[in-house]
């Protein structure tokens, strides 16, 4: 059992990369050769009803059993596992300490001392990890490094471990799915000071989860309970069709323009064109609420650009659509360009934003 999420910031070797969340699995397998990186497994398969509820794993076995059986069936096999719980799962903070420390007192302080004061519960129930990150004088002239403090709650990890145990796969690495998406686009990332934040906005099935990056390091991060779930109910609902429909069908519309490749009545997609516009105007609503809030208590930093990921990303035009809400430049993450990967068969660009999360699994050990 992963006791405690220790290792999750090291590096490992031969490994595969794999993704649950409340619709699928996704799973990737990523070499070195040379200077470049290729991907030679990308697979998907979704996870049948009854295995979430609520955002939370309800039957492991049965999630256990279509890992085992999709790493079959794609002939993957690795010795290392690397995967993620969602970021709504955990607490991250950065934390300032004294420079002089050694690394006992480090550990003593913010394992114990430091992660009482930010845990909204006991520490007993809690796992830890934590990584130094850059050295700074504060307004007093004094040395001081700030950490990077990670926590989940035991019964979390507990149960991730017990899915791949099940799946008798091995565990590695269990990390957070916006670190894994921040290794993607690390150098995105690197074009911006220390004074400039990026906001990463992860579309997902049922939620959007939100982070503020700063020199690579998520400063603030909060999940909303709106994503391409809520989009395609609305959309389906104005529109009369079934709501057991793909979400995939709004990647058919372009939401700032008349046009679309959907095939149905120019009058009944406008309404539901509407309807998505609504629940967007709403996800734009809490984005610039979180931007506020964080700049509020943030000085002399600049929130430079939005960067879209996730299946939601895949929308038309939905970069244009934030670009004029929020008054703010937002681009789409492509992580395979990104990446520089070579891959054996072409992804459509309105899948790819989705890749973020798996692929940066994937590269967790190159």
Do not use: C, W
Request: no cysteine; proline share 4%.
């Amino acid at each position: 059992m992963l006791n405690t999420l220790t290792n999750i910031f090291a590096k490992n070797g031969d490994s595969v990369g794999i993704e649950i969340n409340t619709q699928k699995i996704n799973i990737a397998q990523i070499v070195k050769q040379g200077q470049q990186y290729k991907l030679m497994k990308n697979v998907s398969a979704d996870i049948p009803e009854g295995v979430f509820e609520e955002g939370q794993i309800v039957d492991s076995l049965i999630l256990s059993e279509l890992i085992k059986d999709t790493l079959k069936a794609n002939k993957i096999s690795a010795t290392k596992v690397f995967t993620a719980v969602p970021m709504r799962e955990a607490i991250i903070r950065v934390i300032p300490v004294p420079a002089e420390l050694d690394e006992a007192e480090l550990k003593d302080m913010v394992m114990v001392h430091e992660a009482g004061m930010y845990l909204p519960y006991p520490r007993e129930e809690v796992d830890l990890d934590y990584v130094k990150l850059g050295y700074f004088m504060d307004e007093d002239g004094i040395e001081k490094v700030n950490v990077l403090l990670v926590a989940t709650k035991k019964e979390v990890t507990d149960l991730y471990t017990e899915v791949f145990e099940q799946a008798q796969l091995k565990l590695s690495v269990l990390e957070i799915n916006s670190f894994a998406l921040i290794r993607t686009i690390r150098e995105q990332l690197r074009q911006f000071g220390s004074k400039e934040a990026v906001v990463l906005v992860d579309l997902e099935f049922d939620s959007t989860e939100i982070a503020i990056v700063v020199e690579g390091v998520p400063q603030f991060s909060r999940t909303v309970p709106i994503g391409t779930y809520q989009m395609y109910t609305a959309f389906s609902q104005a529109m009369s069709l079934p709501a057991t429909g793909s979400a995939e069908m709004l990647y058919d519309i372009d939401i700032l323009s008349s046009r679309d490749s959907t095939g149905v009545d120019s009058s009944q997609i406008e309404s539901g064109k509407a309807a998505l516009i609504k629940i967007l105007g709403e996800l734009s609503d809490e984005l610039s609420r979180s931007i506020n809030f964080y700049i509020n208590q943030s000085e002399d930093l600049e929130i430079v650009q939005l960067l879209l990921a996730g299946p939601g990303a895949g929308i038309r035009q939905l970069d244009e659509f934030f670009t004029q809400k929020l008054n703010l430049p937002t681009i789409k993450v492509d992580p395979i360009a990104t990446l520089g990967l070579d891959i054996n068969e072409d992804i459509a660009s309105d899948s790819r934003p989705g890749l973020g999360i798996v692929l940066g699994l994937g590269m967790r050990d190159l």
